[in-house]
């Protein structure tokens, strides 16, 4: 029996982690319309200046060109980081700059969602922090810790997500994201992060469960604290390599 509920949870954590990754798909494949539409502007622009080519618009031809391929090869790195999303168990540990990860998931995660109006705060640690660790896995705990966050404001007068980032003295990168919601149930915080537990009405209670064995892969924590007007969530994973090549 416990080896069958044991099937059963992984079982529906893969469903969770899945039905995350379409979201944050989702989200990038909006970001691929950007790029896209801008090589066809640029193109386009090309076309109508080589029906009367002259030296200078030969020359703005070639700037035009240029921005083109530049926005292509942008595209590109987005379709390959989606195909990296979508490929089964993929995991790869690799060295990359925190705070540049970091507001790009929250940024996806505010377009991708339903809900305008929410006043972003970002406060980025001034130490650019290199952390080792799966990108594509941190990325997907941001993004669910700032989709609930917006999700917590619905209906809200204020509507304000704070999201700082900082170097711990023994040396995590720590992530915070803050809302303005309604708060957490008090019977439900001591369980927050335990399968099946939420708040939500049409909720299964697995998001939270997932980003706390994602962070404890890691080797780091995740907590919860109800503040003023709202929780915040955080997260603190170690940063780099040591010099001779095992993780912190």
Known sequence: ???????????????????????????????????????????????????????????????????????????????????????????????????????????????????????????????????YADKVQIEQVVFNLVRNAVEAMEGMEERRLAVTSKITDDENFEVSIEDTGAGIDPNILPYLFEPFRTSKSDGMGIGLSLCRSTIEDHHGRIWAAEIGDGTRFTFAIPLGQTEGGNEH
């Open 1 to 131: 029996m416990e080896r069958a509920q044991t099937d059963l949870r992984n079982q529906l954590l893969n469903t969770a982690r899945s039905a995350s990754l379409g979201e944050l798909a989702a989200a990038i494949a909006h970001e691929l319309n950007q790029p896209l539409t801008s090589i066809s502007n640029y193109v386009s622009a090309s076309q109508l200046l080589l029906k009367n080519p002259d030296e200078d618009q030969k020359n703005s031809v070639i700037e035009l060109m240029e921005s083109a391929v530049t926005e292509a090869q942008r595209a590109g790195q987005i379709v390959h980081h989606l195909r990296n999303l979508m490929k089964p168990g993929f995991e790869r540990k690799l060295e990359f700059d925190g705070n540049d990860m970091l507001e790009q998931a929250v940024r996806l995660a505010l377009t991708s969602s339903r809900q305008g109006g929410v006043h972003l705060d970002l406060h980025l640690s001034p130490d650019a922090p290199s952390v």
